[in-house]
Nanobody
Framework: QVHLVESGGGLVQAGGSLKLSCAVSGPTISTYAMGWFRQAPGKQREFVAAINTNGDNRDLSDSVKGRFTISRDNAANMVYLQMIRLKSEDTAVYYC???????????????????WGQGTPVTVSS
């Protein structure tokens, strides 16, 4: 079985920082692309960031470029999302996801991700 568990969310003031972690149990993640998505209250889940298997290719949504960084530690089966200069519009539940597709092309499409965590809430107060 595959389990993804996010942690690191919380309440932070605008301009602050948080680092989210995603622990994966089951398969080694070294052969899978990984992604972060978020869902704000009343809105659809949206793409935030993705990273390829060895971490040398990343994709970020325009709304977080320059502020968020996705990284991974394959030896530890962990994926991270470092968030700085947080804004109130970053308030959402953040989800980690695993992409099993045999491709090196990173996806921003929720339907391409096979496994999801339960999410960790991030609240940015203005």
């Amino acid at each position: 079985q595959v389990h993804l568990v996010e942690s690191g969310g919380g309440l932070v003031q605008a301009g602050g920082s948080l680092k989210l972690s995603c622990a994966v149990s089951g398969p080694t993640i070294s052969t899978y692309a990984m992604g972060w998505f978020r869902q704000a209250p009343g809105k659809q889940r949206e793409f935030v960031a993705a990273i390829n298997t060895n971490g040398d290719n990343r994709d970020l949504s325009d709304s977080v470029k320059g502020r968020f960084t996705i990284s991974r530690d394959n030896a530890a089966n962990m994926v991270y999302l470092q968030m700085i200069r947080l804004k109130s519009e970053d308030t959402a539940v953040y989800y980690c996801a695993l992409d099993r597709r045999p491709t090196h092309i990173l996806s921003t499409d929720l339907s391409d991700y096979d496994y999801w965590g339960q999410g960790t809430p991030v609240t940015v107060s203005s």
